[in-house]
């Protein structure tokens, strides 16, 4: 069974209105904005990576999460699994403790295990957020005719994990964005009365704006050659089609997505400039359902892998 069909599966179960249908990042509990992240040793992370990064990480996805929905951050449960290495989870724990800061989260409780020396770590963690007054953006509210919008760049992380394993120079901009991705809640929050639909880029820029377009019932066009690539990115790769594609399938970007009617753009443009993130318009929603591609004014055909899955 794969992941989709899985999920398909669940929504059987998940008739709570607060599952939102399980169509999007997190559920909606009265004010509470809920959701739940697990991360696993040799799938999400690599078994050298740092403790402090890890922890990092484990919050960090939880927390975009609530940032695509605007909310602002109330605390975390934690599940840790316990391998024996005292060292590595008092690193651990330190690093939880600088990123929950960081982020004014609180740690309220969760849940230990023991697991056998040598089995692969895995972490979970479920962050609760406070829903702001402008309502909770649904990745499912995009309507024909609404710009598509991207914050920072896309391929950072990407390109950091090819560092991580040695296949590329490294250059600490891009290694950053693999060992410590950064959630953009004030983003979320200054955007919420402005945009249609919201969620953030985990699993890959092509593959999340599929599913908010099927969400949506509508087509989500990319303009494959507007999305936006870091300096750090081009300097190690060249600006061409296979590099672009790379960018937008390889995931872990935690950049936010976002539909919006194009009367929007001017005060969506003055959000970045007063936080000082990049807001780039990267496409169009139109009639039918899926996505499209374009490049140089060329439709081009989707790459088989649109992103990340299990």
């Known amino acids: 069974m794969s992941e989709a069909d899985f999920i398909a599966r669940l929504r059987t179960i998940a008739t709570d209105p607060a599952a939102r249908g399980l169509d999007d990042d997190a559920a909606l509990l009265g004010d509470l904005v809920l959701t739940h992240d697990m991360i696993v040793e040799g799938v999400h992370f690599l078994p050298d990576d740092g403790p402090q990064d890890v922890a990092w990480k484990l919050v960090a996805v939880n927390l975009s999460d609530l940032a695509a929905k605007g909310a602002a951050p109330v605390g975390v449960l934690l599940g840790y699994s316990l391998t024996g290495d005292e060292n590595w989870d008092a690193e651990f724990a330190a690093g ?64 950091g994990l090819a560092m991580r394993l040695g296949e590329v120079d490294p250059n600490e901009t891009c290694l950053a964005a693999y060992r410590r991705p950064q959630p953009q809640l004030t983003l979320g929050q200054a955007l919420v009365r402005h945009v249609h639909a919201m969620m953030d ?50 995931g872990d970007d935690y950049q936010l997505l976002f539909a919006a009617d194009p009367g929007e753009a001017v005060a969506i443009r003055e959000i970045g400039a007063g936080l000082g993130i990049a807001l780039t318009p990267v496409g169009h929603a139109g009639i039918g359902e899926g996505l499209t591609l374009i490049h140089k004014a060329q439709r081009i055909v989707l790459p088989e892998r649109l992103g990340f899955t299990h």
């Open 96 to 159: 939880l403790e600088s990123v929950l800061r960081r982020y004014g989260a609180a740690l309220l409780g969760g849940d230990t295990v023991r697991v056998p020396g040598g089995a692969p770590r895995s972490f979970s963690l479920t962050a609760i957020g406070r829903a702001s007054p402008d309502g909770v953006p649904a990745r499912s509210g995009v309507r024909p005719g609404d710009q598509i919008w991207v914050s920072g760049s896309i391929g950072n992380a990407g390109v």
């Open 201 to 250: 880029v985990s699993d890959g820029l092509l593959i999340d704006a599929d599913r908010m377009a099927r969400a949506s019932g509508c087509d989500i066009t990319l303009m494959l050659d507007a999305v936006p690539l870091s300096a750090a990115l081009l300097a190690v790769r060249p600006d061409v089609l296979d590099t672009r594609l790379a960018a937008a399938t390889a």
